[in-house]
Protein backbone atom coordinates (compact mmCIF):
# COMPACT_ATOMS: atom_id res chain seq x y z
CA UNK A 1 0.00 0.00 0.00
CA UNK A 2 1.10 3.74 -0.94
CA UNK A 3 1.75 5.66 1.89
CA UNK A 4 -1.06 8.13 3.07
CA UNK A 5 1.20 11.49 1.91
CA UNK A 6 1.26 9.76 -1.65
CA UNK A 7 -2.24 8.94 -1.86
CA UNK A 8 -4.77 11.39 -3.21
CA UNK A 9 -8.74 12.11 -1.98
CA UNK A 10 -9.37 11.41 -5.27
CA UNK A 11 -7.36 7.86 -5.31
CA UNK A 12 -9.75 6.98 -2.19
CA UNK A 13 -12.47 8.78 -2.60
CA UNK A 14 -16.23 7.13 -3.39
CA UNK A 15 -17.58 8.47 -6.13
CA UNK A 16 -20.52 8.86 -8.07
CA UNK A 17 -22.35 10.85 -4.87
CA UNK A 18 -25.83 9.95 -4.31
CA UNK A 19 -27.95 12.88 -3.76
CA UNK A 20 -31.52 13.83 -2.08
CA UNK A 21 -33.70 17.13 -2.82
CA UNK A 22 -33.52 19.52 -0.41
CA UNK A 23 -37.63 19.14 0.02
CA UNK A 24 -37.58 15.66 0.14
CA UNK A 25 -38.69 14.16 3.82
CA UNK A 26 -36.67 12.91 6.37
CA UNK A 27 -37.97 9.89 5.77
CA UNK A 28 -37.63 9.68 2.43
CA UNK A 29 -33.73 10.68 2.87
CA UNK A 30 -33.69 7.71 5.58
CA UNK A 31 -35.35 4.99 3.08
CA UNK A 32 -32.62 6.14 0.12
CA UNK A 33 -29.54 5.56 2.73
CA UNK A 34 -31.39 2.36 3.43
CA UNK A 35 -32.04 0.97 0.23
CA UNK A 36 -28.32 2.45 -0.96
CA UNK A 37 -26.58 0.77 2.16
CA UNK A 38 -24.75 4.53 2.94
CA UNK A 39 -24.99 6.79 5.46
CA UNK A 40 -25.00 10.38 3.90
CA UNK A 41 -26.52 11.87 0.68
CA UNK A 42 -25.34 14.94 -0.53
CA UNK A 43 -27.81 17.63 -0.97
CA UNK A 44 -28.25 20.12 -4.40
CA UNK A 45 -28.70 23.75 -3.20
CA UNK A 46 -29.67 26.10 -6.30
CA UNK A 47 -28.03 29.70 -5.96
CA UNK A 48 -25.22 28.57 -3.82
CA UNK A 49 -21.53 27.95 -4.85
CA UNK A 50 -20.54 25.36 -4.57
CA UNK A 51 -23.96 24.43 -3.49
CA UNK A 52 -23.83 21.59 -1.97
CA UNK A 53 -25.34 21.05 1.45
CA UNK A 54 -25.46 17.05 3.35
CA UNK A 55 -27.59 15.10 5.33
CA UNK A 56 -26.28 12.39 7.25
CA UNK A 57 -27.58 9.13 9.22
CA UNK A 58 -26.67 11.08 12.42
CA UNK A 59 -28.29 13.97 11.76
CA UNK A 60 -31.54 11.82 11.58
CA UNK A 61 -31.11 10.03 14.40
CA UNK A 62 -30.64 13.22 16.74
CA UNK A 63 -33.71 14.32 15.47
CA UNK A 64 -35.32 10.86 17.22
CA UNK A 65 -33.68 11.63 20.42
CA UNK A 66 -36.52 14.52 20.61
CA UNK A 67 -39.46 13.30 18.48
CA UNK A 68 -41.15 10.41 17.99
CA UNK A 69 -40.73 8.93 14.20
CA UNK A 70 -43.80 9.87 12.55
CA UNK A 71 -42.06 13.38 12.46
CA UNK A 72 -39.67 12.37 10.12
CA UNK A 73 -42.86 12.21 7.28
CA UNK A 74 -43.17 16.21 8.01
CA UNK A 75 -39.52 17.76 8.38
CA UNK A 76 -37.59 18.33 5.45
CA UNK A 77 -33.93 17.33 4.12
CA UNK A 78 -33.17 21.02 4.08
CA UNK A 79 -33.71 22.00 7.10
CA UNK A 80 -31.46 19.66 9.09
CA UNK A 81 -28.70 19.14 6.01
CA UNK A 82 -25.08 20.32 7.40
CA UNK A 83 -23.88 23.93 5.35
CA UNK A 84 -21.33 24.89 4.09
CA UNK A 85 -19.49 22.04 3.81
CA UNK A 86 -15.81 21.51 4.38
CA UNK A 87 -14.22 20.03 1.04
CA UNK A 88 -11.15 18.89 -0.14
CA UNK A 89 -9.48 19.26 -3.44
CA UNK A 90 -8.76 15.87 -5.64
CA UNK A 91 -5.22 16.15 -5.20
CA UNK A 92 -5.05 16.55 -1.58
CA UNK A 93 -2.84 14.00 0.19
CA UNK A 94 -4.63 11.55 2.53
CA UNK A 95 -2.36 12.61 5.40
CA UNK A 96 -3.75 16.40 5.14
CA UNK A 97 -7.50 15.36 4.27
CA UNK A 98 -7.31 13.14 8.02
CA UNK A 99 -5.62 15.84 9.39
CA UNK A 100 -8.58 18.42 8.36
CA UNK A 101 -11.12 16.01 9.27
CA UNK A 102 -10.14 15.42 12.32
CA UNK A 103 -9.74 19.27 13.24
CA UNK A 104 -13.00 20.00 11.75
CA UNK A 105 -14.77 16.70 14.05
CA UNK A 106 -15.57 15.74 10.02
CA UNK A 107 -16.25 12.12 9.33
CA UNK A 108 -16.65 12.58 5.49
CA UNK A 109 -15.77 15.78 3.42
CA UNK A 110 -16.71 16.29 -0.25
CA UNK A 111 -13.87 15.45 -3.10
CA UNK A 112 -13.55 18.70 -5.70
CA UNK A 113 -12.50 19.21 -9.17
CA UNK A 114 -12.25 23.46 -8.60
CA UNK A 115 -15.94 23.83 -8.23
CA UNK A 116 -16.93 20.71 -9.14
CA UNK A 117 -18.10 17.55 -7.28
CA UNK A 118 -16.14 14.52 -7.87
CA UNK A 119 -16.71 12.40 -5.34
CA UNK A 120 -17.02 12.17 -0.98
CA UNK A 121 -14.00 10.71 0.97
CA UNK A 122 -15.23 9.00 4.60
CA UNK A 123 -13.51 7.39 7.20
CA UNK A 124 -15.27 4.18 6.00
CA UNK A 125 -13.35 4.66 2.51
CA UNK A 126 -9.93 5.42 4.87
CA UNK A 127 -10.79 1.78 6.84
CA UNK A 128 -11.76 -0.08 3.80
CA UNK A 129 -7.94 0.77 2.41
CA UNK A 130 -6.18 0.13 5.20
CA UNK A 131 -7.84 -2.81 5.76
CA UNK A 132 -7.19 -4.76 2.84
Known amino acids: MKSFTSMTAAEVMTSPCLFVPSGE ?3 GAAQLMNEKRCHSLMVAIDGKSPGLGIITCKDIVQVLADEEADVLDELLVGDY ?3 PLVTVQKDMALDQCIGLMRMTGTRRVPVMDGSKLLGLLSFTDLL ?5
Do not use: D, E, G
Request: net charge positive; glycine share 0%; no cysteine.
Open 25 to 27: TLR
Open 81 to 83: MTT
Open 128 to 132: KLVSQ
